[in-house]
């Protein structure tokens, strides 16, 4: 535990305050992210070169061929088709040398965007692509919907939710502003809030600091809790 209090107390005064568990959460976001694209090109890289061509990440995650994609004969996959373009527009956006393949480095913002400020962009592209059908750069409720694919009634009342809540001024329709901020979360505002969540379970004596004392005696909610969220972040002790 002491071992683990070290890695978080960064300044090394003694005590671990909000902020450098914020940073150390936003951290952890990515620690996985290496790993989770060695495992892609492990599964997909078909020709072993070391690289994800679109061709492979398509037929691997998605069971198409690029002729598919293009001319899909069959109506049932529309849904699928649409998830696949979309996520060629994510590739384009991270292949900045144009050379039709992805790089482990390249590969890590692909599968993870959201732990990438630089992907913001592009995730909106990616967002438009999927959702606004007839390219106005607007979505309304009916394109929203019809993405889904679905026609449970629950699950229809859930997106219906949904699209009233990030329509903050309830004029029917998401704009690029409404869908960026869905699309794309403020990494350090959800590390903010998360880092909240965990210092009101450890912090005992709500002094805005976590003592040495106060992470012993909060060991097993503490590491239940970062286990959770961050699973492989923790040392072997636990």
Known sequence: MDRYFNVLDADQNG???INELKIWIERSYRSNDKTRAEEKLRSCDENSDGYLSFEEHLQCTFGLSSEELVHRVDPNLETIVRAA???QVRFNGVDKNRDWKLSLSELMLFLSPQHYPSMADVELQVGLTRYDNNHDGIVTLDEFLSTSGTQNSNELDDLVDQFIKLDKN????LTVDELKQWLFPNISSMAAIEAKSIFSVVDA?????????ELRSR????AHKTFTLYPGTLPEEF
């Open 219 to 222: 060991a097993s909610a503490f």
């Open 15 to 17: 005590a671990i305050d």
């Open 205 to 213: 004596d709500n002094d805005g600091k976590i003592s040495t004392l």
């Open 85 to 87: 373009k979309a996520e």
């Open 170 to 173: 309830h004029d029917n329709r």
